[in-house]
């Protein structure tokens, strides 16, 4: 492990809100998961950052040292990334867009739109798991625009310099194996869901597991997550009949898989797409919005499932709302 950036942004943030618990929620990350960055951190600089107890974490002498560089480079790190990315762009002669998405169904949008606005740029894509990286990469200047995606309660927070304009939110149905008991309802309850096996991504920055788990144990059971996979390595977990799995609304039934609504609509999912204030994107916000829309509305037309949901919900405007 090599120290980055985000590690002194990380023990930063600790020593500005003096609480590991508020400066995770500051991140965006599960305190667990702070903690142990921390350890590795302090471990790979030599000591202990930080003194933790229940007033909270005090830097210690060697944190001092550490946070006073860490504060000094930190600015000009951020200056550096921003100007070398404007100076890159503005120095091709053809323009250069980056872009990136987790795992929805919008990224054919975004290019259309770019496409249409730049037609000699030269477009690049990639995939990423956690949105929490791809906002970052925004905000340095290493990405000009991204899909990511947030939970009610766990809503990304921008980086300095970037946009976040909001898409669509849509519910979360569940993805059963096609023999499942379950299968043959046109939903299902979330307690009917309590005992079986579960396949989930790894837990990451985004805590959408967090939001998934908390969800389960407001109901007052768990879920029981025994596979971490994600791609096409989930679905064959759930085309086995080894697990079920939440997806995406607009997640299309594949032979072997059966999708559907979860009664109550109780986890939500909310698309955005994002870009920085200062690069080539900022003057297409109606444009790049409306078109990642359109993306979104016919990837559910795709979907008989949750065409079915879209119109049961078109009379319950408190649930189409969302």
């Known amino acids: 492990m090599e120290l980055e950036i985000r590690h002194l942004r990380m023990i930063c943030t600790i020593a500005e809100t003096g609480s590991l618990t508020r400066a995770a929620a500051s991140l965006r990350l599960s305190q667990p998961g702070l903690s142990a960055q921390l350890r590795r951190i302090e471990a790979m600089l030599g000591g202990p950052l930080f003194e933790r107890g229940r007033t909270g974490a005090v830097p210690t002498a060697f944190g001092e040292a550490v946070l006073t560089r ?6 000009t790190v951020d200056e550096l990334l921003s100007a070398s990315a404007l100076a890159a762009r503005s120095s091709s002669p ?12 919008l990224i ?6 770019l496409r249409a606005h730049f037609p000699e740029a030269r477009i690049a894509s990639r995939a990423q798991g956690s949105s929490v ?12 625009a991204v899909v990511v995606g947030d939970c009610p309660g766990y809503e990304l927070a ?42 989930s991504p790894r837990p990451d ?11 389960f144990h407001a ?14 390595l989930l679905m064959e977990l759930v085309r086995s009949g080894c697990a079920v799995s939440l997806c995406q609304a607009t997640f299309e039934e594949v032979p072997g898989i059966a999708v559907r609504p979860i009664t109550g609509d109780p986890l939500w999912y909310r698309h955005l797409i994002a870009w920085h204030q200062a690069g080539p994107l900022a003057a297409l916000e109606a444009a790049l919005v409306e078109h990642v829309r359109t993306a979104h509305r016919v990837a559910a037309e795709r979907s008989p499932v949750y065409q079915r949901w879209l119109r049961a919900a078109a009379g319950h405007p408190e649930a189409a709302a969302r």
């Open 133 to 144: 990286p791809l906002i970052e990469d925004v905000s340095a200047g290493r990405l000009e």
């Open 70 to 75: 860490a504060r000094a480079v930190l600015p």
């Open 219 to 232: 109901t007052g059971h768990r879920m029981r997550t025994v596979h971490e996979a994600e791609g096409r």
């Open 158 to 199: 921008a980086r300095p310099g970037v946009v976040l304009r909001p898409v669509v939110t849509e519910p979360v149905f569940v993805a059963l194996p096609a023999g499942h008991r379950l299968a043959g309802r046109p939903e299902v309850g979330l307690d009917e869901l309590a005992d079986e096996d579960w396949v």
């Open 205 to 215: 920055d985004d805590r959408v597991r967090e939001y998934w788990s908390t969800t």
């Open 108 to 113: 054919g949008g975004l290019i259309d739109a």
């Open 94 to 105: 053809v323009p250069r867009l980056r872009l990136g998405s987790v795992n929805a169904p």
